[in-house]
Structures are given as structure tokens and as C-alpha cells.
């Protein structure tokens, strides 16, 4: 049976998603800047198009000419996240009409809804500091961490996946589940900064970069994050070849090694006969890999590139689903008994 609020939980998920794709279409464009202010696009609530509005425009941000295309790709993605953190909030007020009810996810709803704020606030950086990678990155992290809370709130309200008993055979499944799930964040962290250093084409060719195995690399230069100061615009990335060559090949080890962990997992979930489990994660994990590939040798086409982005958080989903699966049964308190009780039980013996 489902709890109170989980179609609009299910309706947040949705939402969060589509944001998360329009968030990676976006940056993919170049349309981070398409707005040079926050949270209106020069000064308006939408994007200038009459004469009027355009010289204005022209007026307030002499140094950056409106290009209607990525100022309407910049503005949509706002509108959808704004409507997202109405929603959100609107969970957030509904919980407290439920907190009464068992175990409902009062502390994950005010959880969403500080998270969405502070997503609002790198929205805002991300614009005000020019596209600093560092932020831009959180910012994508923090789209990806609520669209998991989303996931864990909609399940928790279902009322499905019921925890499974404890077995030794479920708690070693249970850890490498647990690993999994860090390596594909890391992974996931590691395209963020990938893709904010603009270095997914830094290698056009596989399995080699460059026809080397090993080619020149600046891992100091690519992995400083005090290297790249606040100020100047990031708008098609600042890094030298090296630099960026060194993150886009961290990122193809990262590769590897969530291949091999998300299918050994999967493999594991096979044998302890949980196929759909099995099947989904293996699903998600071959549409990534090939869309990853298709990347590099055909040079980030926009619609392969979103779609990384896309699977990339579905293949997080489908190890949170797992994970949320093979989860310790919660304990079940007896309740207190008074001393009364307890001399007679006492007396009974």
C-alpha cells in the first residue's frame, strides 16, 4: 500500500530527471553563460526578444550580446529546476502533515528541500563565477545526489523492496553493493570533471590516446583544484592539452574499473537469484559503456553526449535500487514494559 504523497514523489523523480538531461544539454551547448545574470536573463524574467528589450539587454551587458538560442536553452533549464523546488517544497509542508505516521520520511523530505536550496545557490555561482569547474561540477554533483534522494523517497513511500532477511550470503552482496555504488559516484564525479574541463575530446582514438598507451600527462595541473582561480571565463575551459589529457584518461581507468565492479555485481545478483536486479544494472551498465565509446570515436556528438549524461543517472538509479534492496531489515523494538508487568512476569516464572 502505498504511503501518502508517493505519485508526486514519483513526479519529483520524473521532473529531477528531465532537469538533470536539460542541465547536461546546456553545458553541452556552451549555453552556461546564455543568461549573464541570475536569476532572470538581463534583467528580465524571460528571454529579451522585441527591439526594445534587446537594446536594454545590449544596455545593462555590453560584453555579452544576447543569443536567443542558448539564453532560451539556459532559461528553460531554470524554469524546470524552479518548478522542481516548488515541488520539492511542497513535499517538505505535506510531510509535516504525516508525521505521525510510522516511518514516514519526514527528515529525507527537509532533506530534499536544503538540498535543492543550496543547488539554487551553485546555480546562481555557476553563472556569477563564470563557469569555475569547481562549482559547475558540484552543481551537477548536487542534481545527481537529488534526483538519488528523489529515488530512495519514492521507494520509501511505495512500500516495495522490502528489505530481504539477514544471511551471511545477503551481507557479502549487501558489501559489494555498497562498493559498487562508491565507484560509480566516483566515476560519475570523475565525467562531471571531465566534462566542465571540456576534456572529452583531450583523446579522439581507442584503446590508445594519442596512439600511445601512456601519453604526455599533467595530472598535478588536471587535479588542482587551487590551480584554477575565480575569474576568468571558463566558457570552453582554460586547461593546456596535458592537463586535460590527464583527466579524460582518469576518467577512461574510472571506466574500467566501474565495468568491472557493476558486472561483478550483477553477476553476483544472477546467482543469489535476483535476475531482474541483475539485468537491469547490466543493462544500463552496456548502454553507458557503448555510448561512451561512440563518444570519443565520433568526437561528442550532442545527442550520444547527452545521453551519456542521461544513462549515466540511470545507471546510478539502478545501483541505489540494489542497494535500497539488499538493505539490513530494520531492528524491532519491543515495547517498554512497566515495573508492574514485570513483576508479574517475574512471579510467573
Given at each position: 500500500?502505498?504511503?501518502?504523497?508517493?505519485?508526486?514523489?514519483?513526479?519529483?523523480?520524473?521532473?529531477?530527471?528531465?532537469?538533470?538531461?536539460?542541465?547536461?544539454?546546456?553545458?553541452?551547448?556552451?549555453?552556461?553563460?546564455g543568461c549573464p545574470d541570475?536569476?532572470?536573463?538581463?534583467?528580465?524574467?524571460?528571454?529579451?526578444?522585441?527591439?526594445?528589450?534587446?537594446?536594454?539587454?545590449?544596455?545593462?551587458?555590453?560584453?555579452?550580446?544576447?543569443?536567443?538560442?542558448?539564453?532560451?536553452?539556459?532559461?528553460?533549464?531554470?524554469?524546470?529546476?524552479?518548478?522542481?523546488?516548488?515541488?520539492?517544497?511542497?513535499?517538505?509542508?505535506?510531510?509535516?502533515?504525516?508525521?505521525?505516521?510510522?516511518?514516514?520520511?519526514?527528515?529525507?523530505?527537509?532533506?530534499?528541500?536544503?538540498?535543492?536550496?543550496?543547488?539554487?545557490?551553485?546555480?546562481?555561482?555557476?553563472?556569477?563565477?563564470?563557469?569555475?569547474?569547481?562549482?559547475?561540477?558540484?552543481?551537477?554533483?548536487?542534481?545527481?545526489?537529488?534526483?538519488?534522494?528523489?529515488?530512495?523517497?519514492?521507494?520509501?513511500?511505495?512500500?516495495?523492496?522490502?528489505?530481504?532477511?539477514?544471511?551471511?550470503?545477503?551481507?557479502?552482496?549487501?558489501?559489494?553493493?555498497?562498493?559498487?555504488?562508491?565507484?560509480?559516484?566516483?566515476?560519475?564525479?570523475?565525467?562531471?570533471?571531465?566534462?566542465?574541463?571540456?576534456?572529452?575530446?583531450?583523446?579522439?582514438?581507442?584503446?590508445?590516446?594519442?596512439?600511445?598507451?601512456?601519453?604526455?600527462?599533467?595530472?598535478?595541473?588536471?587535479?588542482?583544484?587551487?590551480?584554477?582561480?575565480?575569474?576568468p571565463n571558463y566558457l570552453?575551459?582554460?586547461?593546456?592539452?596535458?592537463?586535460?589529457?590527464?583527466?579524460?584518461?582518469?576518467?577512461?581507468?574510472?571506466?574500467?574499473?566501474?565495468?568491472?565492479?557493476?558486472?561483478?555485481?550483477?553477476?553476483?545478483?544472477?546467482?543469489?537469484?535476483?535476475?531482474?536486479?541483475?539485468?537491469?544494472?547490466?543493462?544500463?551498465?552496456?548502454?553507458?559503456?557503448?555510448?561512451?565509446?561512440?563518444?570519443?570515436?565520433?568526437?561528442?556528438?550532442?545527442?550520444?553526449?547527452?545521453?551519456?549524461?542521461?544513462?549515466?543517472?540511470?545507471?546510478?538509479?539502478?545501483?541505489?535500487?540494489?542497494?535500497?534492496?539488499?538493505?539490513?531489515?530494520?531492528?524491532?523494538?519491543?515495547?517498554?514494559?512497566?515495573?508492574?508487568?514485570?513483576?508479574?512476569?517475574?512471579?510467573?516464572?
Amino acid at each position: 500500500m502505498h504511503k501518502p504523497g508517493y505519485r508526486w514523489a514519483v513526479i519529483g523523480l520524473v521532473l529531477c530527471f528531465v532537469v538533470v538531461i536539460l542541465g547536461a544539454y546546456t553545458r553541452l551547448v556552451h549555453a552556461g553563460l546564455g543568461c549573464p545574470d541570475w536569476p532572470g536573463c538581463y534583467g528580465f524574467l524571460s528571454v529579451p526578444q522585441s527591439d526594445g528589450a534587446l537594446e536594454t539587454a545590449q544596455m545593462r551587458f555590453p560584453d555579452d550580446p544576447v543569443e536567443a538560442f542558448k539564453a532560451w536553452a539556459e532559461m528553460i533549464h531554470r524554469y524546470a529546476a524552479g518548478l522542481l523546488g516548488l515541488l520539492i517544497l511542497g513535499l517538505a509542508l505535506y510531510s509535516l502533515k504525516q508525521r505521525h505516521q510510522p516511518d514516514y520520511p519526514v527528515a529525507l523530505c527537509f532533506g530534499l528541500l536544503g538540498l535543492v536550496i543550496c543547488q539554487a545557490l551553485f546555480g546562481m555561482w555557476t553563472v556569477t563565477l563564470k563557469l569555475w569547474p569547481q562549482v559547475v561540477t558540484a552543481h551537477l554533483l548536487g542534481g545527481f545526489t537529488t534526483l538519488s534522494l528523489l529515488l530512495l523517497l519514492s521507494l520509501r513511500l511505495s512500500g516495495r523492496l522490502q528489505a530481504l532477511p539477514a544471511s551471511p550470503g545477503i551481507a557479502r552482496l549487501r558489501n559489494l553493493a555498497r562498493l559498487t555504488l562508491l565507484v560509480v559516484i566516483g566515476q560519475i564525479m570523475l565525467g562531471g570533471w571531465t566534462s566542465t574541463n571540456y576534456a572529452a575530446v583531450a583523446c579522439i582514438d581507442l584503446p590508445t590516446c594519442h596512439g600511445e598507451w601512456w601519453p604526455e600527462m599533467d595530472f598535478a595541473t588536471g587535479f588542482n583544484l587551487l590551480h584554477q582561480e575565480v575569474g576568468p571565463n571558463y566558457l570552453g575551459g582554460m586547461l593546456e592539452g596535458p592537463g586535460r589529457t590527464a583527466i579524460h584518461f582518469t576518467h577512461r581507468i574510472g571506466a574500467v574499473i566501474t565495468t568491472l565492479m557493476a558486472l561483478t555485481l550483477a553477476w553476483q545478483l544472477w546467482r543469489s537469484r535476483y535476475p531482474l536486479l541483475a539485468s537491469l544494472v547490466t543493462l544500463m551498465l552496456t548502454v553507458q559503456v557503448a555510448l561512451g565509446v561512440t563518444n570519443v570515436l565520433a568526437h561528442l556528438p550532442l545527442p550520444v553526449a547527452v545521453a551519456h549524461n542521461g544513462v549515466a543517472a540511470l545507471l546510478l538509479l539502478s545501483v541505489i535500487s540494489v542497494n535500497y534492496r539488499l538493505r539490513a531489515p530494520t531492528s524491532v523494538r519491543r515495547p517498554m514494559q512497566s515495573n508492574s508487568s514485570r513483576r508479574t512476569l517475574a512471579g510467573s516464572v
